[in-house]
């Protein structure tokens, strides 16, 4: 595990100037093109979005699976007793900050905004072609079952292999924490620090930037409607911006405390706001049916997993899968790069196993509760008319959450809590992905320079706001799709650099099969001797035995 002085993961690390000087330049010119020529970069954005969904919407479905799959080997092969880091290292962080830090810069703003969202617009307007008639129980559970799909193994999937792959890199062969450094097996040493490695990482920073900024335009633009709920201000584009302006300069003073206070003090109240919430529609809302929701809805997800996982444009509708699934597992792999090195980061000391089973299983188990219990809520208040939660499908995705808190007791203080959350959530996503890019364009730092963190914290809500203005939510999406098409290429020869390398780690043991031969050779010696010290066998090895007694000698 040799390594040279600056690759040290723990050394505060120069600027990469080719990689910040690029990628902000690059930046800048998408934002200045979103404040002086909206329309273009609307429009610019939703033909390549056309291209891409029709040329190379398999490549996402597929990815998608490899990742999985991949996953699920890796946790429970040979490879799985390997530590990230020295091999009597203990973890950095408590499990429950873990978990915590890794929910929080995974998914939350997106839990907040497609929570009750997504299965309402789902139960109102099921998959083309699947035969299912809008707000019918069939619909519900289909709304439910897509719902986790989109936003359980899948996603946690690909933050898991990149994020191992950065994590071994960076604490068990002690390169820097960037995604160059992981593909030192197939392109060599001289490869990941020149033009090549420069090349991976300025397409990561691109990923996580527009990833980031989709999730700081959802959070502005649920922010704006919740204002909306709990005072007189309404979600106007100004009122939009504002917002944006207003979270980033919080998330600058963030900043300055570094991961280990205000990321991981953020991130653990966020997740204990969202669990008040949660718990508290639980409780006043419809308590049983959301108690037999779950098991249905995980069994029904299980059942259909492989059909969901597989459909392309081919026979079913393509502008649905673009809207919906496409949509999201380019969000995900657009943000790999980000969660994955943030995961990565937080998880020095676990091994390969505790790593992949805790990533995948954890954030999921938790997400099935979330959507079963906020959007079950919204369908069945909508089922039993007790509220016209479809009616309201019209208002946007990010006004759903409040209409179903609304629709229960106390709802206008449950709602402050909610815009609460989503500035908290916004506020440790984009101090996240802020050290995260600060990482990447100061070849791997662990801790980059602050004033390099807040310009990237800044550029995003650049991005974020002059995506906004291009378009909205569709503008957000369209981007996250098209930044996201070669990143997925990126992905892929990533798993095959991880695979190689862990195969030649000693620590995994030998191979299987060679354990097996071992194993019976060992038996075969072992054997062998103790029939030897009974005199058995002695003339089949050339010993001097003595004749059998009818032998004519």
């Known amino acids: ?24 330049v690059a930046v800048l010119a998408v934002v200045a093109w979103g404040v002086f020529a ?50 009597d290292e203990e973890p950095e962080f408590s499990t429950l900050a873990w978990v915590a830090m890794m929910f929080s810069a995974g ?23 699947s035969g299912i008639e809008p707000r019918t ?32 890199t960076t604490f068990r062969k002690n390169r820097g924490n960037r995604i160059s450094a992981a593909f030192v097996p197939l392109i060599g040493r001289q490869g990941a620090d020149g033009w090549m490695g420069k090349c991976i990482d300025l397409l990561a920073v691109f990923a996580t930037v527009f990833g980031s900024a989709t999730s700081l335009g959802l959070g502005a633009l649920q922010v704006a409607d919740g204002l909306g709920y709990i005072s007189d201000v309404k979600s ?22 570094g991961v280990h206070k ?60 673009g809207s919906w699934t496409i949509f999201y597992w380019a969000w995900w792999l657009s943000w790999a790069p980000f969660v994955g090195t943030f995961i990565a980061r937080i998880s020095r000391g676990r091994t390969v196993r505790q790593f992949l089973l805790g990533v995948l299983l954890v954030p ?74 600060g990482s990447l364009s100061s070849r791997g730092s662990l801790h980059p320079r602050t004033w390099l963190v807040v310009v990237w914290g800044v550029l995003m809500g650049g991005v974020a706001a002059a995506l906004l203005l291009a378009g909205g939510l569709s503008a957000l999406q369209n981007a996250t799709i098209l ?36 194993l019976r050779d060992a038996v075969r010696v072992a054997v062998g001797d103790a029939l030897a010290e009974r005199g058995v066998g002695r003339k089949r090895a050339g010993s001097s035995a003595p004749p059998p007694p009818h032998s004519s000698e």
């Not at 799909?149 to 950065?166: E, K, R």
């Open 364 to 437: 999921s188990g938790a997400t099935v509760i979330w959507f079963c219990v906020m959007g079950g809520t919204a369908i069945r208040l909508d089922s039993t008319g007790q509220a016209d939660l479809v009616g309201t499908i019209a208002q946007g995705a990010e006004a759903s959450m409040f209409e179903t808190l609304r629709a229960l007791p106390l709802g206008g203080i449950t709602s402050v809590i909610a815009v609460l959350l989503v500035m908290t959530f916004f506020i440790t996503s984009a101090d996240s992905a802020s050290l995260v890019l």
């Open 262 to 321: 205000g990321v991981k003090w953020l991130s653990t109240a966020n997740v204990v706001l969202a669990l008040l919430i949660m718990l508290f529609v639980f409780v006043f809302g419809p308590s049983v049916f959301l108690l037999d929701s779950i098991p249905s809805t995980v069994g029904g997800y299980l059942s259909d997993l492989t059909t969901m996982a597989t459909q392309t444009g081919a026979f079913t509708d393509e502008s649905w899968l």
């Open 137 to 168: 129980p069939a619909a519900a559970q289909s709304a439910l079952e897509f719902s986790l799909f989109h936003w359980t193994l899948h996603p946690w999937a690909i933050y898991a292999v990149g994020g191992l792959a950065l994590a071994y």
């Open 236 to 257: 106007t584009e100004n009122v939009q911006l504002i917002i944006i302006g207003s979270l980033t300069a919080a998330f600058v003073l963030s900043a300055f405390s």
């Open 107 to 129: 998914m939350g703003i997106g839990l907040m905004f497609y929570g009750v969202g997504e299965p309402l617009q789902l139960y109102a307007a099921p998959q083309p072609g």
């Open 1 to 24: 595990m040799s390594s040279r002085p600056d690759d040290q993961p723990g050394a505060t690390l120069p600027t990469d100037k080719v990689v910040f000087g690029v990628s902000a």
């Open 38 to 87: 909206a329309d273009s970069l609307g429009s610019a954005s939703k033909t390549g979005l056309d291209w891409v969904l029709h040329n190379f919407g398999w490549l996402f479905v597929v990815a998608a699976d490899v990742f999985l799959v991949l996953s699920l080997l890796l946790a429970f092969s040979r490879f799985g007793r390997i530590k990230l880091g020295k091999d």
């Open 483 to 518: 930044v996201a098409l070669p990143f997925v290429v990126v992905m892929l020869l990533l798993c095959w650099a991880l695979v190689r390398e862990l195969r030649d780690d000693p620590a995994a043991g030998p191979p299987r099969l060679a354990a097996a031969h071992g």
